[in-house]
């Protein structure tokens, strides 16, 4: 039975709940309670995102390879979720929390930066939240792609002073421009006005709609299913919304992991010789208190550590930690080309699918919607290369 961990999976399983263990207890000691929290939380996300298998770039390439809609679905359905969560927060209506926004500005630097992590997704294998919870399920070539992932985020943090001086519209907020009643109101109709025509194009195509509410194999008690999955993906919206709610409100911030992958570039050149201090942007703010502490001190760091850890100890639960798969040269080459792209787009444009995409749309900020339209623009040119580079079969074959 495949969905329950094997004799081989289970030390791997019972060592990783030992040092998630071990590791809350030294951030609470070394750090603070909210460090341990964040990397708990973090883990939950990764048993999430790893046990629904929900990712962006395989939702976006199944849609526009072959019109089955049901991880985009899923998506529209997380941002309706995360936007009637956060809009309250975020335009205060209750006024004992205090949260920030992810608010960045609407011009070139995202435009560029999405398209150009779109096309990344697509050959490097994942988004964001999927290399990391992929790497964590023992996935090979997601190292190669994370690794190059750090890579490009690095390099993009060197040049985005250069990007910044392109014109943009600056930071647009629906909320701070028409209240949070009203942005919502109209956020939750262009949702719907993106789910339907999804679920009917599906419908048309294949005589169907894949179920959001089910996964296959669906067998085993609600107690084993919930343990070692699969889950519907409908379980991983709900997840991922609870569980970026609790980021929200612990860390006073939405849910992000691309920061810490420039972060580690950083510290790593820095231990090289180089000096990444003297670039304009780890030179002031937040960036320049990151680079001068430890990565523990930083919630987005813990937080995609917990990820990894998350998805080690879901893998190995659901018995299919480290799947045997060689990687094929063109597959290695499509790693290094899509992780220099994804970490060099995300840090153009303000974040990846989550702390772009998923966090600004939830926190009502335009350049949110931006990052979908471009990030969706260069999927498309992504999934064109995937089949030039032998990815994919064929077109003409996966009919």
Known sequence: ???????????????????LMAASLFLQHAFQLRQALLFLIGAGLGITLLHATFGFAGGWRRWIRDRRGSGVRAQICLLALTSAL????????????????ALAPVGISVLVGAFLFGIGMQLGGGCGSGTLFSVGGGQVRMLVTLAFFIAGATLGSAHLHWWLALPDMGTISLIAEFGWGPALAAQATVLAALYLPVWYVERRRHGEVSSL???APARGAFADRLIAGPWPL???????TALGLLTLLIAGHPWSITFAFGLWGAKIWAAMGGDPAAWPYWSSGYPALALSRSVLADDTSVMDFGIVLGAVLAAALAGRFAPEKPVRGH???????????LGYGARLAFGCNI??????????SLHGWLWLVAGFGGSVVGVRLRRRMGLDPPEEKQR
């Open 1 to 19: 039975m495949q969905n329950a961990a094997t004799a081989s999976d289970k030390p791997i399983a019972l060592t990783t709940i030992l040092v």
């Open 86 to 101: 956060f809009f309250p927060l975020m335009g205060q209506y209750f006024s004992d929390i205090r949260v920030v926004a």
């Open 213 to 215: 509410y089910h996964a």
């Open 234 to 240: 409908m379980w991983g919206v709900i997840g991922l």
């Open 331 to 341: 597959e290695l080459a499509a790693s290094v080309i899509g992780g220099l792209l």
């Open 355 to 364: 702390g772009a995409l998923l966090a600004g749309i939830g926190s009502g």
